[in-house]
């Protein structure tokens, strides 16, 4: 969608609509993916939709409705949906007028978009995920996954003058790689296509599954563990980016740890939206613009995401959530980590992760695709999986050494190496 | 709207084109939110689009919008065949086999006394904010929550078997959530009209203000309830509890398509492997599992699939033996059945069919037994009641589960209540470990509304049913 299109879309709800306050969004999506099992492609899909919301509100009373058809006939319907909604909907203490241009500050630079990414390819896909099906075929070893490229595009306008658009691409091969009784797991993700090598890939997941077979059992325990970035991503940042006023009202292992320090002096969370490899949106849901927001910086909590109303309340600028996740990384390499563990254990990626106790943040989950134990230095043998159950604020307390950086996902982390991890039982593959 | 799926079917007919189908969903969901005295959110949300899938020399292609115009429904088919044969050469079309079903034409509706989008918003409203202000009424309780939802789903089918039929299905739900905060900790106690194929009727029936002040009253003296003692204890599981532990350590491991590798790269596999089928030794012998997608109120009871099989009603598990899967038309045949028993199903007109859990139930007792009997005669034991965190492995074989409220069994009486218990165990352990379950006046369906699978994700829902059930000697409280 163009941008002009939209804004003449959103200008349109606007002027349908007689409430006090409204505020318009569309949200552009097309999705390619190709699903792969056992080396042949399975599930491969083409979406496309548009969505546009309108939220309108008389005095603090507000409602919202949604639709994808975006004929005439329907945005009046929506309109009337919203309106009808707010007026029998009860003042809302809490509902903030529409942001205005002055409040929204400056929105950032985030360069997010590539061209060749949101077009439509279906022979380029099926080629680029044959040749890598074909290379872990070759080794007799079997390849699930998936490769998708998505292209998003959004804008809002609300009735205090404040409008914005923002597009992105984003490609993404994860590859899950299995052998007799041992499996191995990669994934990249980037802005372009182009930059998602699906060979080298499947190649890595082979790898970590010709290591991983035969796997042997040790005794559950504490352990020290050097987490891949994607078992950091799985189990620890995101619970660090708790909401101020459930803080606040004492509902989250966050309260009143704010400007405390809470974990390893070395970690340092942040978001920062015009980050190159990992770029952001350069505003919130609600228009204010995002910026570079250190969540735990020194090992202090530094921030919690907090609304307008929370802001106002205790007089406070607002935070707008994380855009993105970024960890910063360390000196070490991978190898360096290892070699300097004297007995621990190298986890590639976490499984269903859950939240045992949310008042200590105490999570358990599985280990998956690639376990294996180090000893003086070296990694030694692959290891039946286990089930952990540990603290998040443990786990970040015990943070011994920082890797390198990798983008995984929608984050930027760091492995990490950690004392003390807790397995509590181990299964039977 | 039959007659543009018919477009999207003509257009991609071609000599290869072994098999295609299409579906119009307009899906319509309404969603109120509350928070102690206000309204925090309410929306009307409708969406509307056609997915097409075409089979090409054993590959699937699918392709999906949200334009209805007949150009833009032509232009998908086209995509879709386009991604089918691009795929040609990354399949196996020797493997490939698709189950043959009788075309079907008659409608289906869920049976929907009130119709929940007639009901005004201002009723809705008021309940839930009568009830917050019930459950805030209890000393000690900080916050209250609520919500209902409710969703209406037209589909339109039309396959090249000569399937062409319309399905209308309505879904409600009411829940709310009661929030103690101590000193040092905060407790949350829930209450719900379970997620049910139903119309507004199901939340009239559900006595959700009666039960506020008890909710309210369990949420505080979890605070200063003891913690899960450490070892083996005996499980009296209630049917609201027992449904997920049923949907994950039973449900996902009987997938037929987790059982064939299809989903390896992310939902996972199986232990209950397909060499295994007659012969694993699930559970003890009171355990009667039964598939049924025709269960009224069920949340998977949609007449047909998305493969345009009639829903239907099976054997899982006879006397603790693995005797089935869930299967669709393309994996049926694995087990050497002819016929898909029709658990394929999208979430949305955006979504390629996969093979979903379906319906499926514990069978209650054969000899009457109440909760109290089956309390009165425990020892030493924990009562779960309510959903709480959840955690199983890929193969669906190591699990810890935790509840919304516990009570601690001692001598066969209630001893008072337990906070933070946790059990873990191997499945089939787990269910060889079942001695009692309560009889058919005590059974119970609970609806499972956030059921993820498939890449890209899709949610989709199901309900199971049980009645209470005795676990003996499970390991507890190994997660602190």
Known sequence: MEQQQAYDLLARVLELSDADHVRASLH????????????????????????????????????????NDLGEASLRQLVTAAETAARLSPPDPEYMPPVTPEEAGTYPACNAWSEETATFAPELMAERVGTAIEKVR????????????NADFSAFANSAGLRGMHRSTRAEMHAT??????????????????????????????????????????????????????????????????????????????????????????????????????????????????????????????????????????????????????????EQS???????????????????????????????????????????????????????????????????????????????????????????????? | MNNLCQLAIDTTRSPDVTYADARIVEIRNQV??????????????????????????????????SDLSRESIQRTARNAVAIASANRANVNPGSFEWADEPAHTAPFRTPCEVDPFSVSLDEKIALLLRINEAVRAVKGVSKASSHMR???????????????????????????????????????????????????????????????????????????????????????????????????????????????????????????????????RYGSPLMNVVCDNTMPGGLATMGYDDDGVECQRWDLIKQGILVGYKTSRDTCHAMGETRSRGSCRADSWASIPILRQSNFSLEPGETPLTPEDLIADTKDGILIDGMGSFSIDQKRHNFQFGG?????????????????????A????????????????????????????????????????????????????GAQ
Request: net charge negative.
């Open chain 2, 426 to 477: 191997i499945t089939t352990e787990f269910w060889s470990a079942l001695d009692a379950i309560c009889d058919r006046r005590f059974w119970v369906p609970t609806g499972v509304m956030n059921c993820g699978k498939g890449d890209p994700m899709q949610i989709a829902q199901m309900s199971h049913a049980a009645a209470p059930c005795r676990f003996r000697q499970i390991d507890v409280g």
């Open chain 2, 150 to 280: 409710f969703r209406r789903q037209h589909r339109y089918f039309v396959n090249t078997d000569g399937s062409s039929f319309e399905t209308d299905i309505f879904t409600s739900t009411a829940r709310y959530n009661a929030t103690a905060v101590g000193e040092s900790d905060a407790k949350t106690r829930y209450f719900e009209a379970p997620s049910a194929n139903a119309g507004y009727e199901h939340i009239q029936k559900t006595p959700l203000l009666a039960e506020a002040t008890r909710v309210g009253e369990e949420a505080v003296e979890q605070l200063s309830a003891p913690p899960c003692p450490a070892g083996k204890m005996d499980l009296i599981l209630n049917p609201t509890h027992l449904a997920l532990t049923m949907h994950e350590s039973i449900g996902h491991a009987t997938e037929l398509d987790r059982v064939l590798g299809m989903e390896e790269s992310l939902a996972g596999s199986s232990f209950a492997t397909l060499d295994q089928l007659g012969t694993l």
């Open chain 1, 138 to 149: 070759s080794q007799d070893y079997r390849l699930s996954g998936g490769a998708s490229q």
């Open chain 1, 28 to 67: 552009a999506n097309a999705l390619d993916s190709l699903r792969v099992a056992d080396n042949v492609t399975t599930h491969n899909v083409r979406r496309e939709n548009t969505v546009l919301s309108v939220e309108c509100a008389f005095g603090q009373s507000h409602a919202s409705a949604t639709t």
């Open chain 1, 334 to 429: 991978v190898d360096d980590l290892i070699a300097s563990t004297e007995r621990g254990i190298y986890v590639i990626r976490f499984w269903y992760i859950r939240v045992v106790d949310p008042m200590t943040c105490l999570l358990t989950g599985m280990t998956r695709d690639g376990l294996f134990l180090i000893e003086d230095g070296t990694i030694t043998r692959p290891l039946l999986q286990f089930r952990f159950n540990e603290r998040v604020l443990n786990a970040l307390s015990n943070v011994e050494a920082i890797g390198p950086q990798e983008r995984v996902g929608n984050a930027l982390l760091p492995t990490l190496k950690i004392r003390d991890f807790n397995f509590s039982s181990a299964t039977r593959f």
């Open chain 2, 32 to 65: 109120i939110f509350t928070e102690d005295e206000r309204v925090g959110g309410m929306d009307d949300n409708v969406s509307l689009g056609i997915g097409i899938r075409v089979l090409l020399g054993g590959a699937w292609g699918f392709a999906s919008t």
């Open chain 1, 177 to 330: 790689v299995l052998g007799e009784d041992g499996s191995g797991w990669a994934q990249t993700t980037a802005t372009s296509r182009d930059d998602v090598d699906m060979l080298a890939t499947a190649g890595e997941a082979l790898e970590i599954a010709q290591m991983a077979q035969h796997p042997t059992e040790i005794e559950p325990g504490r352990y020290t563990v050097i987490l891949r970035p994607e078992a950091v991503r799985e189990m620890l940042p995101h619970y660090m980016i708790q909401d101020a006023k459930t803080t606040d009202e004492g509902r989250t292992f966050l309260r009143g740890l704010l400007g405390t320090k809470v974990c390893d002096e070395k970690i340092h969370l942040y978001s920062d939206p015009a980050n190159s490899i990992l770029p952001g949106s350069p505003f919130c849901k609600e228009g204010l613009a995002t910026r570079r927001v250190d969540w735990v910086k020194g090992g202090v909590l530094e921030n919690l995401d907090c609304s307008r109303y929370w802001a106002r309340e205790k007089n406070l600028a607002p935070t707008p959530g994380p855009t993105n996740l970024i960890m910063a990384g360390g």
């Open chain 2, 404 to 424: 919304d409220c516990f009570w601690h069994v001692k001598d066969g009486k209630i001893a008072g209540m337990l906070q933070n218990v946790t059990y873990q």
